[in-house]
């Protein structure tokens, strides 16, 4: 069973910078893509970014111009580089893999507190 399992949560003042990285136990086979999700108190989970296996990147209009996602799907890993952090980033968040076969796999989150 593939394990996905993220770092780098924390907490940080607003305008400060975290980077979560998240890391594959083992290699995901017909590997779709990999991203980052988070969920808030209250509020359901939402998309952050997703990188696809032919590079394409999409982000939420949120998170626009303050986030950037990278990855090597090859080495199993993607990270999330957040800027400019605001308050409403507050949430935990979750490393998520597909596949092809429109299998997915979910890391246990990692929390991110940002103080105004």
């Known amino acids: 069973q593939v394990q996905l399992v993220e770092s780098g949560g924390g907490k940080v003042q607003a305008g400060g910078s975290l980077r979560l990285s998240c890391v594959a136990s083992?290699?995901?086979?017909?590997?779709?893509?990999m991203g980052w999700y988070r969920q808030a108190p209250g509020r359901q989970r939402e998309l952050v970014a997703d990188v696809s296996s032919g590079g394409d990147r999409n982000y939420a209009d949120s998170v626009k111009g303050r986030f950037t996602i990278s990855g090597d799907h090859a080495k199993r890993t993607v990270f999330l580089q957040m800027n400019s952090l605001k308050p409403e980033d507050t949430a935990v968040y979750y490393c998520?893999?597909?596949?092809?076969?429109?299998?997915?796999?979910w890391g246990q989150g990692t929390q991110v507190t940002v103080s105004s």
């Open positions: 083992k290699s995901i086979p017909s590997i779709a893509s």
């Open positions: 998520r893999s597909t596949t092809t076969f429109l299998y997915e796999y």
